[in-house]
Each structure stands twice: as structure tokens, then as C-alpha cells.
């Protein structure tokens, strides 16, 4: 999740803080850091950018998981995991309120330490979890294109349910020392804040932390490079073949449309996600040599990540409508402005290969 401001970090202007700490009571009051760390123009933008994405994400995934779950011919193993990330959009979504109300009074906390811990909680579990599917997805597309026959045998509903259960299972361990890193701390005599507890500083846990994040982004991100490559050339080469059936060249045709899709949501996703992650370093890198400009890189590149955060997770169901038809008719049959029959453009042979199955683990949005 988007890293908070960082009280042993500040910008310039606020970089008095210390001699808060030998104020005497009278003053104690007027020498205290500020309520929130930014400009009131600049929380009012922030917070409305961010009402306006989880509007749209909410309504987006909401309808992704309405979709997949009522129309049978959308239940494909591709659209099960987009499902997932669906699940886990929404709850970083829920997580929002708590985010901004952090951003406009971090202190004094007054929501409970429980509540502390568990909000960031979910919303780094539900990011590890967004992670892990597009990367199972990406896997699970490879085998489909790259082995169709394998592929047959080996990905089916089931197994990719379970995998995706156990792809939860796994973020949700990665995401629990967010429970001990986390929590309610006294600053400033009686003042209690929702922030990286001392412990896990002094420990070195938050530096282990950061560099686990790094590790789920960035492996990924060469494993996800990897692959569609790998893709990418296997249908050029057989986009180039002459002598391939009908039923294979639309299957083709199905999936080169399906791999441009993922592509683009792989894309958006490292590029909404890179700032995050440039944020945390730089924020891990100011408490072993604090510095004036690496403070306001690290406040500043945290507000980008924000805004990119919360877009992360709203812009997948826009992509799957700009850019899958099958989406779009099922969206629309959602909402009764379209009729429950395929499209007429539909070949024969593709309808025959849907009716088979055999192209259950090959279509999908």
C-alpha cells in the first residue's frame, strides 16, 4: 500500500520538529509538528482524484465479478483469475477512507491500534495477491499458447480455483509482518499516530520488508517480460504459417487479442506500481542517511504513488471494455441492452470449438 509520511523524514519547511521535543507545556502546543504534511489545495486534489477513482474501480469490479459469475461462456480459467484481482482491487478500495483520513490528520490517531494494523494489512495482502495472479495468469496463458494439447489436460477450472486459493494463502503469510511493523506510537508526550513502529526499525524488519515488496515486483516483472515474449514470437510464427486449420487460426486470432489485453493490464499495472516501490526505497533510504532532498523526493514521490495506487486499481475494467468485445456484450447483457445470443461474426468452426470446450482455457475476455 502507499507508504504514509514518514515522521523521521520531513519536508524543509517542517524540519523544526525536534525542538518540539524540550518545548515546555505552555508551548508544547504551537511547536508541535503539523496535523497533516501537505497543502490544503493539494489534500483537497488528492482526495478527489482518489473519490473519483474508487467510484469507478468500485463500480468496474463489482461488475467484472457480476459478469464472470453469472454468464457461464465467461467462467474461463483466464477470467477466474481476473476475477481474483477483481477481489482484490475492491479491497484496497475499502481500505481508502482510513488511507486519506491518514494523509489529512495523522495524529492523534484515535481509530485504535487494531485498526491500524489491519487496514494496511489488507491492502498489502490484496497487493501481493494482484501480483501473484497476473503472474499465474501470464504463466497459465503461456502453457495454453505455447502447449494447447498439455494445456488441455492440465488447466482446468478446478485446478486454477485451488491455485488461486493458494495464491491468497500465500499473500496474506507474506503480508503479516504488517502486524508487528505497524501500529499505534507515542510521539510527542500523549499524541498517538498510526506509523512504522520503532521496533520494526530498529529491528531491521522494515528494511527486510521493503526488499520483499521489491522482490514481488520486480521478479515478476522479469518473469512477466519473459513470458510474453516468449508468446509473442510462437503466434508471430504461426501467424506466418499457411497450412494451419480454420479452427486453429481463429483460436490464434482469440488469443493474440486475449495476449494484447494482458499486455496492456501488465503495463499499466508496472507503471502505476513503479513509483511505489521508487517511493518506499527512497523512504527506507532516509532513515539511514536523512538528507533535505531525499525527504522531499520521498513526500513528493509518495503523493504520486498514492493517486497511482488507487488508479492501479480501477483502470483493469476499463481496459477489458475498450478493448474485449466479449466483455463489452457480456457488460451489456448485464444491463439488458443486448440480447443473450453470441455475435453473428462468429464462424462456424468457432462455435464448434466452443461447444466442444476445447477452447475453454484458450478465450477469455
Not at 531491521?204 to 515474449?229: D, I, N
Request: hydrophobic letters at 45%; one cysteine or more; charged letters at 15%.
Amino acid at each position: 500500500m502507499p507508504a504514509g509520511p514518514n515522521p523521521s523524514s520531513c519536508l524543509p519547511l517542517n524540519c523544526s520538529w525536534d525542538e518540539s521535543r524540550n518545548a515546555t507545556p505552555a508551548n508544547r502546543d504551537l511547536d508541535l509538528p503539523p496535523l497533516n504534511y501537505y497543502s490544503l489545495p493539494l489534500l483537497t486534489f488528492i482526495t478527489a482524484a482518489c473519490t473519483l477513482l474508487s467510484v469507478v474501480g468500485v463500480a468496474g469490479n463489482v461488475m467484472t465479478i457480476l459478469v464472470v459469475g453469472k454468464y457461464r461462456d465467461m467462467r474461463t480459467t483466464t477470467n477466474l483469475y481476473l476475477c481474483s484481482m477483481a477481489v482484490s482491487d475492491l479491497l484496497i478500495f475499502l481500505c481508502m477512507p482510513l488511507d486519506l483520513y491518514r494523509m489529512w490528520r495523522y495524529r492523534p490517531w484515535r481509530l485504535g491500534d487494531a485498526l491500524c494494523k489491519l487496514f494496511q494489512f489488507v491492502s498489502e495482502s490484496s497487493t501481493y495477491s494482484t501480483i501473484l495472479s497476473i503472474t499465474a495468469l501470464s504463466v497459465e496463458r503461456y502453457v495454453a499458447i505455447c502447449f494447447p494439447l498439455r494445456a488441455k489436460a492440465l488447466v482446468t477450472k478446478r485446478r486454477v480455483r485451488a491455485l488461486i486459493l493458494l495464491l491468497w494463502c500465500v499473500a496474506v503469510l507474506s503480508a503479516g509482518p504488517v502486524f508487528v511493523m505497524v501500529g499505534e506510537e507515542e510521539e510527542y508526550g500523549d499524541t498517538r499516530e498510526c506509523k512504522m513502529t520503532r521496533y520494526a526499525v530498529e529491528s531491521g524488519l522494515m528494511g527486510a520488508m521493503v526488499w520483499l515488496s521489491s522482490v514481488f515486483f520486480f521478479m515478476p516483472v522479469f518473469c512477466l517480460t519473459v513470458l510474453y515474449s516468449l508468446i509473442g514470437r510462437r503466434l508471430w510464427r504461426r501467424h506466418r504459417e499457411t497450412n494451419i486449420s480454420s479452427c486453429v487460426a481463429h483460436r490464434d486470432k482469440c488469443n493474440r487479442q486475449t495476449v494484447k489485453m494482458l499486455v496492456v493490464v501488465v503495463l499499466a499495472f508496472v507503471l502505476c506500481w513503479l513509483p511505489f516501490h521508487v517511493c518506499r526505497y527512497l523512504q527506507f533510504r532516509s532513515l539511514d542517511a536523512p538528507s533535505p532532498l531525499l525527504s522531499a523526493l520521498s513526500e513528493h514521490c509518495s503523493l504520486l504513488s498514492v493517486v497511482l495506487f488507487y488508479l492501479s486499481a480501477a483502470i483493469n475494467p476499463i481496459l477489458y471494455n475498450t478493448m474485449s468485445w466479449k466483455y463489452r456484450g457480456a457488460a451489456a447483457r448485464l444491463f439488458g441492452l443486448a440480447g443473450q445470443q453470441l455475435p453473428r461474426t462468429r464462424t462456424a468452426s468457432a462455435l464448434k470449438a466452443v461447444a466442444d470446450g476445447w477452447m475453454e482455457s484458450s478465450v477469455s475476455f
